[in-house]
């Protein structure tokens, strides 16, 4: 979305994931129902990011596809500052935190394969991104513990 439209949409996602909830602890559920809404605006973003990526790869357009990993790169780094506000379920701190550890593994690595395709290193590049996949795999086995579908990361690309 652009535009006035998109930007408000942004905001009210922001305030929803921002807002504390006032006197009462945060359990699995609630924190479902606060992050859900923030990565299925992001998976929107990454798809249209991204749209295009294996048809350029497979014409070897090296340097379009390279700006297309960095950009979905800063939309996954956009995606873990909205989580971090959040407050984990009491007693799954340390999930939470291996869970936002993936991610920003899995930003950092889209992040170096955009470089390699810029660089015109195809075969690291690819290589890159299978450890970028498998980063994205951890995360979605955290994930299941809180019964996520819209912060599950798919193959980009």
């Not at 971090?84 to 799954?92: I, K, L, M, R």
């Not at 999930?95 to 690595?109: A, S």
């Not at 992040?111 to 810029?118: D, M, N, Q, S, T």
Request: aromatic share 8%; hydrophobic share 45%.
């Amino acid at each position: 979305m652009k535009g006035l439209p998109g930007i408000l949409a942004a905001i009210v996602a922001t305030l929803a994931v921002a807002l504390p909830a006032h006197g009462a602890e945060q359990t699995k559920e609630t924190y479902k129902e606060r992050i859900e809404p923030v990565c299925k605006a992001n998976r929107i973003a990454n798809e249209r990011i991204m749209s295009g990526a294996r048809q350029r790869i497979k014409r070897k357009m090296w340097v379009p596809v390279g700006r297309q990993f960095v950009r979905v790169s800063g939309s996954f780094g956009k995606l873990i500052k909205r989580l971090g506000p959040v407050p984990p379920p009491v007693g799954y701190e340390r999930t939470v935190q291996r869970w936002v550890k993936f991610m920003r593994l899995v930003k950092l690595r889209l992040f170096k394969v955009g470089k390699l395709y810029k660089a015109g290193e195809d075969i690291k590049a690819a290589h890159m991104s299978i450890l970028a996949e498998r980063a994205g795999i951890s995360a979605n086995n955290i994930s299941i513990v809180f019964r996520l579908r819209e912060c599950r990361f798919s193959r980009i690309g």
